[in-house]
């Protein structure tokens, strides 16, 4: 059973970077899939952020891109994301997924997600 | 705001059928990408529930259908219970956006 977790400090002052990590379990990053960020604003929709390949390759959201940066620690099986210069509107759930980029290009797991805030 | 359109409620009474549509362009479902929807009850994260235009991943009732057509696809449930009374997001690629993963602007199913 693939499980995800995200973890990472809850509140973010305006101007700071976001930083948020993906424990991956029950399945090993190196053996395959893209792993991916989405984000949901509080009572809004789904936004995708980005996915990285076990190798280091990513594609980014265009509206992102220049804020955006995933990396992944095949040692550790996570993923990161880090989101810089974030203001209000940086506010929502932040889910990780498994991408399945080579396959139907669907999200198939999810993480539950947290909360993050973007606040002085 | 997203390039794929859903209604944003839809309603029914158990045991009704109900059906969302998902509507895109010729840079995303029109050209042939794949959609796939997913279910997201309250508070919790989203979960799969079509890939693949049609297809059911392992535990997901038959109740749930989807289909695509021209520029748009759409998610059917039969038999509504009760417990379907979610928010529903359909997802696909757009290539005009610089290869960007698109999702649609959702749609609220009550159960009447």
């Known amino acids: 059973q693939v499980q995800l977790q995200e973890s990472g400090p809850g509140l973010v002052k305006p101007s700071e970077t976001l930083s948020l990590t993906c424990a991956v379990s029950g399945y090993s990053i190196s053996s395959g899939y893209y792993w991916g960020w989405i984000r949901q604003p509080p009572g809004k929709g789904l936004e995708w952020i980005g996915s990285i390949y076990h190798s280091g390759s990513t594609y980014y959201n265009p509206s992102l891109k220049s804020r955006v940066t995933i990396s992944v620690d095949t040692s550790k099986n996570q993923f990161s994301l880090k989101l810089s210069s974030v203001t209000a509107a940086d506010t929502a759930v932040y889910y990780c997924a498994r991408h399945d980029h080579s396959g139907y290009d669907d999200f198939d797991y999810w993480g539950q997600g947290t909360l993050v805030t973007v606040s002085s | 705001q997203s390039v794929l359109t859903q209604p944003p409620s839809v309603s029914g009474a158990p045991g009704q059928r109900v059906t969302i549509s998902c509507t895109g362009s010729?840079?995303?479902?029109?050209?042939?990408?794949?959609v796939h929807w997913y279910q997201q009850l309250p508070g919790t994260a989203p979960k799969l529930l079509i890939y693949?235009?049609?297809n059911r991943p392992s535990g997901v009732p038959d109740r749930f259908s989807g289909s695509k057509s021209g520029t748009s696809a759409s998610l059917a449930i039969t038999g509504l219970q009760a417990e379907d009374e979610a928010d529903y997001y359909c997802?696909?690629?757009?290539?005009?956006?610089?290869?960007?993963?698109?999702f649609g602007t959702g749609t609220k199913v009550t159960v009447l």
């Open positions: 693949g235009n049609s």
């Open positions: 010729s840079s995303n479902i029109g050209a042939g990408y794949d």
């Open positions: 997802q696909s690629y757009d290539s005009s956006l610089s290869g960007s993963r698109v």
